[in-house]
């Protein structure tokens, strides 16, 4: 069997010769990438724990601004992610559409969002809240997105509207065209769309803390 030699180091006369053979160099090569890679990965981990990304919300009631500033962890990456996705991927986060969308379906589908962000925060841990105030502050904007964006109307429309439906449903025409009969149809849809349009903004802040742009 042939040996291979990684490096070989000899004295000769007064000179100190080295020989490294291809493997060696390659082996070395390979090592310093990688250690790089490494480094550098480790570095931007620690620009996105030391970031904080400035989030601005105006409410309509009184013109008010509300501004947080919210760390870019990890952690507050994956929650405003996956409330951005559930805001974005429902009926919430779309315009409402006369022709097509049927207001009982939306209010289910506003309740289960409501119960899914509600859940974020109550999963979000004691140990990130206590003492941290980019945490606390990423809190209030959920809970701004349920009690600012979907409370107010749900709490003025949903409960009459759904005792109207109930008792009007069995008419035989379309789900469409029997909420339009409902007396506040035109001033609920109004609300509607202008919670579409608050929720779409809360979105444009989510992605500043997901995206940092």
């Known amino acids: ?5 990684l490096m ?3 004295i000769v006369g007064d ?3 080295i020989d490294i053979s291809l493997t060696t160099l390659l082996i070395l090569i390979v090592t310093i990438i990688l250690i790089t890679i490494l480094l550098k990965k480790q570095k931007n981990k620690g620009a996105i724990f030391k970031k904080t990304v400035p989030v601005k919300m105006q409410y309509s009631i009184g013109g008010q601004t509300i501004e947080y500033e919210i760390l870019r962890s990890y952690r507050n990456i994956e ?3 996956r409330v951005f996705i559930e805001i974005m991927t429902r009926k919430a ?3 409402f559409d006369h022709e097509n969308d049927v207001i009982v379906e939306i209010y289910n589908s506003w309740y289960e969002m409501f119960s899914l962000i509600r859940n974020e925060i109550k999963d979000i841990p004691g140990n990130l809240i206590k003492g941290n105030e980019t945490t606390k502050n990423l809190v209030s904007l ?3 997105v349920l009690n600012k964006g979907l409370r107010p109307h749900l709490t003025s429309y949903q409960a009459k509207y759904r005792k109207w439906w109930l008792s009007h449903e069995k008419e035989e025409i379309s789900p469409q065209e029997l909420q339009k009969k409902y007396p506040e149809y035109e001033e609920q849809v109004s609300s509607i769309r202008e919670v579409n349009m608050m ?3 809360y979105c444009e802040q989510l992605k500043k803390i997901i995206y940092d742009k």
């Open 199 to 201: 929720l779409v903004k």
């Open 1 to 5: 069997m042939n040996e291979v030699k």
């Open 142 to 144: 959920l809970m701004d």
């Open 93 to 95: 986060g779309q315009p």
């Open 79 to 81: 929650i405003a992610h």
């Open 8 to 10: 070989l180091i000899e």
């Open 15 to 17: 000179e100190l010769r």
